[in-house]
């Protein structure tokens, strides 16, 4: 699995193209990140950036965006319908594969304390990123937005950011956090009489006694009211469902819904589920839309990999299921952290177990990485193996290829290997402390990684034969030794946990 982390910046800036153009242009500089979508609005004069990436490079495509909007946007001249404190106004994390929202608050952190201390502006955490519950909500932070900001900043102890300067400066401050998925979502009325928006944005918003997963506003865009919003949990407060009731309220006063829009990117999933309520297909099941049967096909898909391994092929081959065992170890240890954090029994281990999380989610990463490093290292050897050898020097170029790619394809296992035992000792961790519910999840883990380490060594030990460097051959051998001596004893203390916890 990909790691992959999304960053959706807003700019205060949705009139000049040259500024917006300017901005996105630094964060698609950065290496590894795609820039999905970029939404300008002249009313709002706002733009809103979609980035997807690996943690590290969209943390730094989000500060180079953030210093050049410094740069170039003045908040002293700057206006506009939407509610705002600086130039760069909100840069929430969302977490797409293979991270945890605990590794993107610490990216928050460190994005809020390099913006702070390089670019001089205040910072302010919200979300799960938070520091104080009344942070928590976007809106609370921006409340009165820049230019009361601008009167309480320094005078006000509960104005004082969470890094950066208890001062403003012509960029205005910026608002950093985590967050599950948004959908940006607006519904337009068949009327220019903006209390009519108004009214219908109280009635749905949460904060108001509407639904719980809804914040909202009336506003004036071009002339027609609209209902702006922001749908922060769309399996729990589906997108339909709001529409209705936009389409009820406006109906009291005389209005209809003219048209919707979507700002940057929605998950398929929320309009998959809008289809199905407004079509009635109360017998839907995703398998009937044909882009999905034709993604399960992808070698990367669970199924597709069986069928790969079951091809007449030689990768993927043993190697990579060994990988694979081990990612899957680190799966069920995650899952065992999932159902024990949160619960008031175990509050006493909350740090101890989330940090197993952390940990068993990176291997899950690396050993998934594996999987194709073992292939790749095979087809390797197999390439140098079909080199010319007709001459002397041939003869030799392909030997010394045929060395090295050997050598690569005992250090892939070899690895595979270290980080199955790793594996190992976080379930370990999850067997005695997580949910005793789950116990024999986490034994499953422990055995899932030793059959990783078993079937890894098996392939170090066989390309290990043909390797000429005494030295590093032995070397393998004594660690592949250390190895399983110290998984024997981890998949003991596995197994009578499991025993013990679970009353097997």
Same mark, same amino acid.
């Given at each position: 699995?990909?790691?992959?982390?999304?960053?959706?910046?807003?700019?205060?800036?949705?009139?000049?193209?040259?500024?917006?153009?300017?901005?996105?242009?630094?964060?698609?500089?950065?290496?590894?990140?795609?820039?999905?979508?970029?939404?300008?609005d002249a009313d709002h004069n706002r733009s809103v950036v979609t980035l997807v990436g690996p943690p590290a490079a969209v943390q730094e495509a989000a500060?180079?965006?953030?210093?050049?909007?410094?740069?170039?946007?003045?908040?002293?001249?700057?206006?506009?319908?939407?509610?705002?404190?600086?130039?760069?106004?909100?840069?929430?994390?969302?977490?797409?594969?293979?991270?945890?929202?605990?590794?993107?608050?610490?990216?928050?952190?460190?994005?809020?304390?390099?913006?702070?201390?390089?670019?001089?502006?205040?910072?302010?955490?919200?979300?799960?990123?938070?520091?104080?519950?009344?942070?928590?909500?976007?809106?609370?932070?921006?409340?009165?937005?820049?230019?009361?900001?601008?009167?309480?900043?320094?005078?006000?102890?509960?104005?004082?950011?969470?890094?950066?300067?208890?001062?403003?400066?012509?960029?205005?401050?910026?608002?950093?956090?985590?967050?599950?998925?948004?959908?940006?979502?607006?519904?337009?009325?068949?009327?220019?009489?903006?209390?009519?928006?108004?009214?219908?944005?109280?009635?749905?918003?949460?904060?108001?006694?509407?639904?719980?997963?809804?914040?909202?506003?009336?506003?004036?865009?071009?002339?027609?009211?609209?209902?702006?919003?922001?749908?922060?949990?769309?399996?729990?407060?589906?997108?339909?469902?709001?529409?209705?009731?936009?389409?009820?309220?406006?109906?009291?006063?005389?209005?209809?819904?003219?048209?919707?829009?979507?700002?940057?990117?929605?998950?398929?999933?929320?309009?998959?589920?809008?289809?199905?309520?407004?079509?009635?297909?109360?017998?839907?099941?995703?398998?009937?839309?044909?882009?999905?049967?034709?993604?399960?096909?992808?070698?990367?898909?669970?199924?597709?990999?069986?069928?790969?391994?079951?091809?007449?092929?030689?990768?993927?081959?043993?190697?990579?299921?060994?990988?694979?065992?081990?990612?899957?170890?680190?799966?069920?240890?995650?899952?065992?952290?999932?159902?024990?954090?949160?619960?008031?029994?175990?509050?006493?281990?909350?740090?101890?177990?989330?940090?197993?999380?952390?940990?068993?989610?990176?291997?899950?990463?690396?050993?998934?990485?594996?999987?194709?490093?073992?292939?790749?290292?095979?087809? &390797?050897?197999?390439? #140098?193996?079909?080199? %010319?050898?007709? !001459? /002397?020097? $041939?003869?030799? =170029?392909?030997? @010394?290829?045929?060395?090295? &790619?050997?050598?690569? #394809?005992?250090?892939? %296992?070899?690895? !595979? /290997?270290? $980080?199955?035992? =790793?594996?190992? @000792?976080?379930?370990?961790?999850?067997?005695?402390?997580?949910?005793?519910?789950?116990?024999?999840? /986490?034994?499953?883990?422990?055995?899932?990684?030793?059959?990783?380490?078993?079937?890894?060594?098996?392939?170090?030990?066989?390309?290990?034969?043909?390797?000429?460097?005494?030295?590093?051959?032995?070397?393998?051998?004594?660690?592949?030794?250390?190895?399983?001596?110290?998984?024997?004893?981890?998949?003991?203390?596995?197994?009578?946990?499991?025993?013990?916890?679970?009353?097997?």
């Open positions: 699995m990909k790691t992959l982390v999304e960053c959706v910046p807003n700019f205060s800036e949705g009139r000049d193209m040259e500024v917006v153009e300017a901005i996105v242009a630094e964060m698609r500089a950065i290496s590894e990140v795609q820039v999905l979508d970029v939404e300008s500060f180079q965006g953030i210093k050049k909007a410094a740069e170039l946007i003045d908040m002293e001249e700057q206006e506009g319908e939407h509610p705002r404190l600086g130039a760069t106004d909100v840069v929430p994390f969302v977490p797409i594969s293979g991270v945890l929202m605990n590794e993107l608050i610490a990216l928050a952190n460190d994005l809020g304390q390099r913006v702070g201390e390089e670019l001089g502006i205040p910072v302010y955490l919200y979300e799960r990123a938070a520091t104080r519950p009344d942070r928590e909500n976007l809106e609370d932070i921006r409340r009165g937005e820049y230019e009361l900001l601008k009167e309480e900043i320094g005078e006000n102890p509960d104005r004082d950011p969470d890094y950066g300067p208890a001062e403003l400066g012509k960029a205005g401050a910026t608002v950093i956090g985590v967050r599950p998925f948004l959908i940006a979502f607006n519904a337009y009325l068949n009327t220019d009489d903006v209390s009519v928006a108004r009214k219908i944005a109280k009635a749905i918003r949460h904060s108001s006694g509407g639904y719980r997963y809804v914040k909202s506003m009336g506003i004036i865009v071009a002339g027609q009211a609209q209902v702006s919003m922001n749908l922060t949990n769309f399996p729990r407060t589906p997108i339909y469902r709001v529409v209705e009731t936009i389409r009820r309220e406006a109906a009291r006063y005389g209005a209809t819904i003219t048209h919707t829009e979507l700002v940057g990117l929605t998950p398929q999933r929320a309009l998959i589920e809008s289809a199905q309520w407004y079509l009635q297909l109360d017998l839907f099941d995703s398998d009937q839309i044909l882009e999905n049967k034709l993604a399960a096909m992808d070698e990367g898909a669970p199924m597709g990999f069986l069928d790969a391994v079951a091809a007449n092929s030689p990768t993927p081959g043993g190697g990579s299921v060994a990988a694979l065992a081990g990612a899957l170890a680190s799966a069920l240890t995650t899952m065992v952290g999932h159902v024990t954090i949160g619960k008031r029994r175990y509050a006493d281990v909350h740090e101890e177990v989330s940090e197993a999380i952390v940990a068993s989610e990176k291997l899950r990463r690396s050993l998934t990485k594996r999987m194709r490093e073992d292939s790749a290292a095979f087809d &390797a050897m197999m390439a #140098a193996f079909r080199l %010319p050898k007709s !001459t /002397a020097k $041939e003869k030799a =170029a392909r030997q @010394e290829e045929i060395q090295q &790619a050997t050598i690569k #394809a005992a250090e892939v %296992p070899l690895a !595979t /290997a270290r $980080e199955a035992l =790793a594996a190992m @000792e976080q379930a370990l961790i999850v067997a005695r402390k997580g949910n005793e519910n789950a116990v024999t999840d /986490a034994a499953t883990a422990g055995w899932m990684a030793m059959a990783a380490i078993q079937g890894a060594s098996l392939n170090v030990r066989i390309n290990a034969k043909t390797v000429k460097d005494g030295e590093k051959r032995a070397a393998w051998l004594d660690e592949l030794s250390h190895i399983q001596t110290r998984a024997d004893s981890l998949l003991a203390q596995i197994q009578e946990t499991a025993v013990d916890r679970g009353g097997l």
